[in-house]
């Protein structure tokens, strides 16, 4: 049972663009959700994270748009640049652990 | 600078061998993790370790083993390797306070 479910598979978009990678939960007791950006060779790095008490959070050009009721999460990406080219994950860990239940990746390609 | 290495970067063995993947980090994190990552399948949870001589099983443990028999590292032991095990092996850590994992370069594992 998937419990994070993250949509495109993969995504191309246009330099200055914007980018929108959607996940999908079912646990109700998750409460922190991470996105992780990652390049090919490297390890996952976290980008940016949301806890529920909050909609929206903005660091940059990078937005995480929360929305509890629907138990859906998205990553915006504004003005996309051919170096945020890259994997996506976007992941989720509940109160009683730290444990990270990650989706399965969006690989973003942006054209200049 | 505080880190988490993964050793070896890379790693090929035969079926039925028993290997071994190390991860050493410096932060002194109580937590650490280890994830397989394959295609279309993003990274799967194999084990974790809350603390020296915690360890607990993640949704892909079957054919792995890990120890921890202090806070900087937590070899994942692979018993009898299996093709279905070719995989690319992400450690990773986090402390008690912060959210943030914080993850190895990776280790490439093929099994002929």
């Known amino acids: 049972q998937q419990q994070v479910k993250q949509s495109p598979q993969s995504l191309i978009v246009q330099k200055g663009g914007i980018s929108i990678i959607n996940c999908a939960y079912e646990?109700?007791?998750?409460?922190?959700f991470p996105w992780y950006q990652q390049f090919p060779g490297k390890g996952p790095a976290l980008l940016i994270a949301?806890?529920?008490?909050?909609s929206e959070k903005k660091e940059g050009r990078f937005t995480i748009s929360f929305n509890k009721s629907a138990k859906q999460f998205s990553l915006h990406i504004m003005d996309s640049q051919p170096g945020d080219s890259a994997t996506y994950f976007c992941?989720?860990?509940?109160?009683?652990?730290?444990?990270?239940?990650f989706g399965k990746g969006t690989t973003l390609s942006v054209s200049s | 600078d505080a880190e988490i290495t993964q050793s070896p970067r890379h790693k090929i063995t035969e079926t039925g061998r028993q290997v071994t993947l190390a991860c050493h980090q410096t932060?002194?994190?109580?937590?650490m993790f280890w994830y397989r990552q394959d295609l279309g399948h993003g990274l799967r949870l194999i084990h974790y370790?809350?603390?020296?001589?915690?360890?607990n099983k993640g949704e892909v443990s079957d054919g792995y083993s890990v120890s921890r028999s202090n806070t900087e590292d937590l070899p994942l032991t692979l018993e009898s390797a299996a093709s279905s095990q070719t995989s690319v092996y992400f450690c990773?850590?986090?402390?008690?306070?912060?959210?943030?994992?914080?993850f190895g370069p990776g280790t490439r594992l093929t099994v002929t």
């Open positions: 990773a850590s986090k402390g008690d306070r912060g959210d943030e994992q914080y």
């Open positions: 646990n109700t007791a998750f409460d922190y």
């Open positions: 949301i806890r529920p008490d909050v």
């Open positions: 932060w002194n994190h109580n937590n």
């Open positions: 992941a989720a860990s509940d109160q009683a652990g730290t444990a990270l239940i």
């Open positions: 370790s809350y603390g020296v001589q915690d360890t």
